[in-house]
């Protein structure tokens, strides 16, 4: 996808962006008023109605059943006539998808320039040749019952060890009992590759005892954990599970003692790509900008993983056509097929989306939202697609990563699939936060002066200053070089860390 937004240097005439040159709706950047006299392309146009920020007015009149454009693409059709100047939303326009799409294979070779001189950020080499951004002691239970007690310890740990970690952070819950089937799966799945990610250096491990996600099972199935990292125990076993915790942590804070940061090349770096309460702008200035950082970190030779499915509804022949080959291409359809499955298996429309709260941003359809989401992928090859609770590999590339739009799921699974950070693109904002540091990015001004203690970077400059989107995406990518080098994220920083793990069995 081409750059969306050819930015005007004069800032009094940057009200409104007509995103392509195709596209017969403009995006009012403020709130523009009834009345108001627009010229484009040597045709006047006036309001209609009043248009609140980040919403959408046609460019042109429209015939009811006509196509809406926006970034060069169809976001929906009209359900009734539109004038010129005519605010276009969920009240006169409706989504065109319906049912399953027909996909088709573009055999034209996609390709991707390497760039040299490779940056570079402190970080900690791991035996296993990964490279972890924090050395923190992970607690991790694998039953809601022994939630508290990971709690517990971990704040023990705070007052007790706190310069012998970066961190003591209880990955906590509530599932692990009574859980079937694929629920179960998926707890095992999302905890086992939590278990060796590389931003722990080391990981605790509670049990209880009796529950269906048997620790030894567990912790056997596991690959690549380095065994001199890992302590673990069921609570029915031990006379007093804290005290048992505790003395596992010193053990294994002996072992993090010898780890010291290193420079490290960006390339060792797997960052997941995020968004979360879109507005009217996170098409135009967030999702862009992060674009810019997945085509420059695989073009360094790093990793990184794109996730939200649904969210990929309506715009998936723009990442199908991305395909690094046949094969890649086939993962992708099944795992777009796989996702619409789950909904008709379980009664629910396929294209229940935006939000309430996307929709009271400005986007009004699917497709204009997965069009705006997608652009978190950039222009990169895709070469790897795996499934829910699977780890990316470390070669260079964009990984798709099978999970659901919801925040908390959606970024748990990428922290999982061993991303060191996850970049969160937000037009509504948020203080959730995860395992991993997660750098906020607004895509408004408004939202980064009202929320300085979540955001952490402001793309909503964009619109407000002489500022391209490469300048920004390279501010962006400065900034993680030094959240990678050990500078804390607002989520670090109030201790916002979180897991959500996908539920969709029976609970006995």
């Not at 409706?94 to 070779?109: I, V």
């Not at 009796?210 to 199935?221: A, T, W, Y």
Request: net charge negative.
């Amino acid at each position: 996808m081409q750059d969306l937004i050819s930015p005007t240097r004069n800032k009094a005439l940057r009200r409104y962006i007509q995103v392509h040159p195709e596209d017969n709706v403009a995006v009012a950047i403020e709130p523009l008023k009834q009345g108001e006299l627009f010229t484009f392309n040597n045709k006047q146009v006036t309001l209609f109605n009043d248009i609140p920020k980040g919403h959408k007015f046609a460019l042109s009149a429209l015939d009811i059943a006509e196509d809406i454009r926006k970034y060069g693409f169809t976001i929906g059709i009209t359900t009734s006539a539109i004038q010129a100047g005519e605010h276009i939303h969920s009240h006169n326009s409706k989504t065109k998808l319906d049912g399953t799409e027909t996909y088709h294979y573009s055999s034209e070779p996609v390709s991707q320039p390497s760039l040299k001189d490779i940056p570079s950020f402190d970080g900690y080499l791991r035996h296993n040749g990964l490279v972890g951004i924090r050395n923190e002691l992970w607690i991790v239970n694998t039953v809601g019952c022994v939630n508290q007690t990971a709690k517990r310890i971990a704040d023990l740990c705070k007052k007790q060890f706190t310069e012998a970690a970066d961190n003591f952070i209880a990955i906590t819950h509530p599932y692990g009992c009574s859980q079937l089937g694929d629920d179960l799966v998926n707890t095992q799945k999302i905890l086992r590759s939590l278990l060796g990610h590389a931003n722990a250096g080391a990981v605790l491990v509670i049990g209880l005892g009796c529950e269906n996600n048997q620790l030894m099972q567990l912790i056997g199935d596991a690959t690549g954990l380095d065994k001199q990292r890992i302590k673990f125990f069921n609570s029915q076993e031990v006379d007093d599970e804290v005290e048992q915790g505790l003395d596992y942590a010193k053990d294994l804070l002996n072992e993090l003692a010898t780890d010291k940061r290193s420079p490290q090349p960006v390339s060792k770096l797997t960052l997941g790509m995020k968004c979360g309460g879109s507005d009217g702008f996170s098409g135009l200035t967030a999702n862009p900008v992060v674009g810019r950082i997945t085509d420059m970190l695989t073009q360094f030779g790093g990793r990184v993983i794109l996730t939200e499915t649904p969210e990929m509804f309506g715009a998936e022949q723009v990442l199908m056509d991305r395909a690094l080959n046949s094969n890649i291409f086939d993962q992708i359809v099944d795992l777009v097929d796989e996702f619409k499955q789950y909904f008709i298996t379980n009664n629910q429309p396929i294209y229940e989306n935006p939000s309430p709260g996307n929709k009271a941003g400005g986007l009004t359809t699917l497709e204009e939202k997965s069009l705006g989401a997608i652009q978190k992928g950039g222009q990169a090859v895709i070469n790897e697609v795996i499934g829910y609770g699977e780890v990316a590999s470390q070669t260079p590339g964009l990984t798709l990563l099978q999970s659901p739009g919801n925040d908390a799921v959606s970024s748990t699974a990428l922290a999982a699939a061993g991303a060191n950070i996850v970049l969160f693109t937000t037009g509504r904002g948020t203080p959730l936060g995860f395992p991993v540091p997660t750098i906020k990015i607004s895509s408004n001004s408004a939202l980064a002066i009202r929320k300085k203690h979540w955001i952490d970077f402001n793309a909503g400059q964009i619109l407000d200053a002489n500022v391209s989107i490469d300048q920004c995406a390279q501010s962006l990518f400065d900034y993680i070089i030094e959240v990678a080098s050990g500078k804390c994220t607002n989520n670090e920083l109030n201790d916002n860390r979180e897991i959500a793990i996908w539920k969709n069995g029976v609970t006995l």
